[in-house]
């Protein structure tokens, strides 16, 4: 049997996405991005960006600029998404319906300043309806945590079932507090630190990993320093159980994929752990006077998922365990 269905007892194993949302919003920054997507390959999603992306009065050209970037042949792997207006907005269902004609390939749609689950809800039933006319059926769903009521029910939202990944809205969240949280605390170190803040990044985490889906970490606004970013991933992933970030300029996206990417020693590690256990069905097995049986296998066959999602080569050893076998990663839009 596959690991999938081993170690995860037909339970829906968890979500995994490429480490790196770069979001791009002008024309000339979305087709600057798609053509990096060309060249490294699809390591990296990119949002296409309406709601700070759009200028003022052209907003529906701007949704219409968007579906003409989905359809082009430079969407090579069909992992662009877009965020669309509010659901506020008197742009927000304009948005919807002209981005789901192209919703055969779009990788998801990303849902911003939502208050609670329920309009989260009402968002994907509107966007269900649009996009069952391209002939879409449950368009994969993001959600930005940015609003006070968006964060009490993080863990309702990332319950629905389209809904992939929840991502964190630092600076409108840190404004909703009209001065109770100081402006340092968007950006790092206060970010780490904050009581508030940190508590609305670890609620976003465990939401997430509750319900097997995405906590993907807010933007480093310096783009000068790729350093930061870099740092900013680290402790993301190390000290809040984030997999994924933003990225606002091209020059993060490598620090932050390489970040979330585990290292060699840890694939070599799991990929000597998990074919050991295949060779005896799944078994308990001692190696380097260590025992490991079904939950540490779970942990290794997530790090190889992650390594073979980021671009790395896999040990031949566990060749057999990706071979036409199920999966959860992400696959291209039908």
Not at 34 to 49: H, M, R, S, V, Y
Not at 189 to 200: E, I, Y
Not at 261 to 267: G, I, K, M, N, Q
């Amino acid at each position: 049997m596959h690991p999938s269905e081993v170690l995860f007892q037909g339970n829906r194993q968890p979500l995994l996405l490429p480490a790196c949302d770069h979001y791009a919003g002008s024309e000339k920054l979305m087709r600057k991005s798609i053509a990096l997507q060309q060249e490294l390959g699809p390591l990296f999603d990119i949002t296409l960006d309406c709601e700070d992306g759009a200028s003022a009065g052209d907003e529906q050209a701007h949704a219409r600029l968007v579906v003409e970037l989905l359809n082009s042949d430079d969407n090579k792997f069909n992992r662009i998404g877009a965020r669309v207006h509010d659901v506020h907005s008197p742009f927000f269902a304009s948005d919807v319906e002209i981005i789901c004609a192209a919703a055969q390939r779009l990788a998801y749609l990303v849902l911003p300043k939502v208050n609670s689950v329920d309009e989260v809800a009402r968002a994907i039933k509107l966007i269900d309806s649009h996009a069952a006319r391209a002939g879409r059926k449950d368009l994969p769903v993001h959600v930005l945590i940015e609003t006070h009521g968006a964060l009490r029910d993080a863990y309702a939202i990332a319950a629905l079932p389209q809904v992939q990944c929840l991502s964190f809205g630092i600076m409108d969240f840190v404004s909703a507090h009209y001065g109770a949280i100081p402006g340092a605390a968007m950006r790092t170190p206060g970010q780490f630190t904050h009581p508030l803040v940190v508590r609305a990044k670890l609620e976003i985490a465990a939401a997430c990993h509750a319900h097997g889906k995405v906590p993907s970490h807010n933007v480093t606004t310096e783009i000068k320093d790729t350093a930061l970013a870099a740092n900013d991933a680290q402790r993301a992933a190390a000290e809040f159980g984030y997999t994924r970030m933003w990225s606002i300029h091209p020059n993060q996206i490598k620090p932050i994929i390489k970040t979330f990417t585990p290292r060699l020693s840890e694939v070599s590690e799991a990929a000597a752990i998990l074919h050991e256990a295949a060779a005896v069905q799944w078994g308990p097995i001692a190696q380097n006077g260590r025992l490991h049986d079904r939950a540490s296998y779970r942990y290794y066959w997530t790090v190889l998922q992650r390594a073979k999602l980021a671009g790395l080569s896999l040990p031949e050893s566990v060749a057999p365990l990706f071979n036409g076998t199920p999966t959860d990663l992400p696959q291209e839009a039908h």
